[in-house]
């Protein structure tokens, strides 16, 4: 015979006798009542729960309902079952359409606040630099006002310029003696590739150059907004400059001060202190996307192009726009600007194939060189001053005698080859070109000497050491690679 509770008439899991009424209970029932009443539910009788006495028994099997144990009575049970399911399916159901729903809006909420954080930063920052002046620890200073070229200034350029012109008539034509020559620069091969100078996220340096008095510090700028100062012969970065808000497409180093520019399609040109890590000054020269960036030869004065088809002339000392020019005719965007090495005349490409040249005194365009198709990516003045190197999106390099104003050699490059990067070394003895691949021609002759098709990216910057003692590179693949013996 089975035990039953007094109090629920069922057989009970943990059963226990009061000895005052001798009763069986549920010892989780009788506990309940005592705690509540103090007495024997039977009789009344005070009660405490170190009076009750556990029943020691086998595991008590409940036996089952008279109505459970019928065929309908089974399948009436399964059928309850199954529909208490289905509720608690349809249930969650709704719980998690309703979740659903307000995820949704929870992340709407959060972009919309982003968004607005985003404007917010972007208006404190344009108010930062627009009021404040530069100065030791200070924002950069932004200047957009056009000063004008007073005579001061012009007088300033003639001088430049005749000092140089002076300093190449003594040079002659005679080479360094330094200069690597032509047979060993063929023996060039890779000797050094850095990869880790600009994001990953967004991969690609766009932009190369070295600084005139120590050619072992590397300047570069990248599709990650930033500009890099690396120093070759310690291997390692600088400076990493950030403030643009777009890719950097232009960059330069100061020959005498620890300065660097750059150029951006924000429109923007920033001037950087390389010691101090910071954007010293911001020039608003232009209404659309900077193309291209020069500094003068008196290292007081930046050139700069652009979409909005103006082309700038601009104090870095001060930070302002001297003038700004257009070419009313044209109606053109220009993509690319390079100072003549005397620094009274400089060149503009254009994106509809015209090279510009320009009178910076008169500021008047006095010549121009047409034969491109396609807009013209990169132009280099050769160190005497007599040549002119372009290149274009019509896989050509053109060479252009400044004295006779005419294409004395035209260089067909591979099908589709894209030309990126021109430049001359500092002795006007080589030419190197970066695009789809490297190459260096020897000037007079026009061979090539050599050709690097180490990069796995399209080549965006090329540069020689001092007297050509090493070669340096950037592509989209945002390694930086140098060349040597």
Not at 165 to 182: H, Q, S, Y
Not at 197 to 226: E, F, M, W
Not at 360 to 386: C, D, M, Q, W
Not at 432 to 460: M, P
């Amino acid at each position: 015979m089975a035990l039953v509770c007094a109090i629920s008439n069922e057989v009970p899991e943990h059963p226990c006798v009061s000895p005052v009424s001798n009763q069986v209970f549920e010892r989780r029932l009788i506990e309940k009542y005592i705690a509540e009443n103090g007495t024997d539910p039977m009789n009344g009788q005070p009660l405490s729960e170190e009076q009750l006495v556990d029943i020691k028994v086998a595991h008590p099997i409940r036996p089952k309902a008279p109505s459970a144990t019928s065929i309908p009575a089974i399948l009436k049970s399964l059928q309850d079952e199954w529909d208490a399911v289905m509720l608690h399916s349809f249930t969650l159901r709704q719980q998690l359409q309703t979740t659903r729903q307000e995820l949704s809006h929870a992340l709407y909420q959060h972009d919309a606040a982003c968004r607005v954080i985003a404007r917010l930063t972007k208006e404190v920052t344009a108010a930062r630099e627009g009021g404040s002046t530069a100065g030791a620890g200070g924002e950069p200073m932004e200047i957009s006002e056009q000063v004008g070229m007073t005579p001061e200034i012009i007088q300033k350029l003639q001088d430049k310029a005749t000092i140089l012109t002076t300093e190449r008539k003594k040079r002659g034509k005679t080479v360094p003696e330094d200069l690597v020559r032509a047979e060993d620069l063929g023996k060039y091969r890779q000797v050094a590739s850095h990869a880790g100078l600009h994001s990953a996220s967004v991969p690609g340096i766009l932009s190369l150059d070295l600084c005139p008095s120590d050619t072992n510090k590397v300047l570069t700028g990248g599709a990650d907004k930033n500009v890099v100062v690396f120093d070759k012969n310690e291997e390692q970065i600088v400076a990493t400059l950030k403030g643009h808000t777009k890719k950097v497409t232009s960059v330069i180093y100061h020959p005498s001060q620890s300065v660097v520019f750059s150029a951006s399609p924000d429109t923007t040109i920033r001037v950087w202190s390389v010691t101090g890590g910071n954007c010293v000054q911001v020039v608003r020269a232009h209404e659309g996307g900077v193309t291209g960036l020069s500094l003068h030869a008196t290292g007081d004065y930046l050139l700069s192009s652009s979409e909005d088809q103006y082309w700038a002339f601009s104090d870095i000392q001060t930070g302002r726009v001297l003038t700004k020019v257009t070419d009313e005719s044209a109606g053109c965007a220009l993509t690319c600007a390079q100072f003549h090495p005397d620094g009274l005349i400089f060149g503009t490409g254009t994106a509809d194939s015209q090279i510009k040249i320009w009178d910076l005194k008169e500021r008047t365009n006095v010549a121009n060189f047409p034969g491109h198709s396609g807009p013209v990516t990169s132009i280099a003045f050769s160190e005497n001053g007599y040549y002119l190197a372009t290149g274009a999106q019509d896989s050509s390099l053109k060479l252009w005698d400044l004295r006779k104003l005419k294409n004395f050699k035209t260089i067909t490059l591979d099908n589709n080859y894209e030309v990126k990067s021109l430049v001359f070394d500092q002795s006007g003895t080589y030419l190197a070109v970066g695009g789809s691949d490297i190459r260096v021609y020897i000037c007079k002759q026009w061979s090539e000497v050599l050709n690097f098709t180490d990069h796995t990216g399209l080549v965006t910057g090329v540069a020689f050491g001092e007297n050509a003692r090493f070669l340096t590179s950037t592509a989209m693949d945002r390694s930086l690679k140098f060349y040597s013996l």
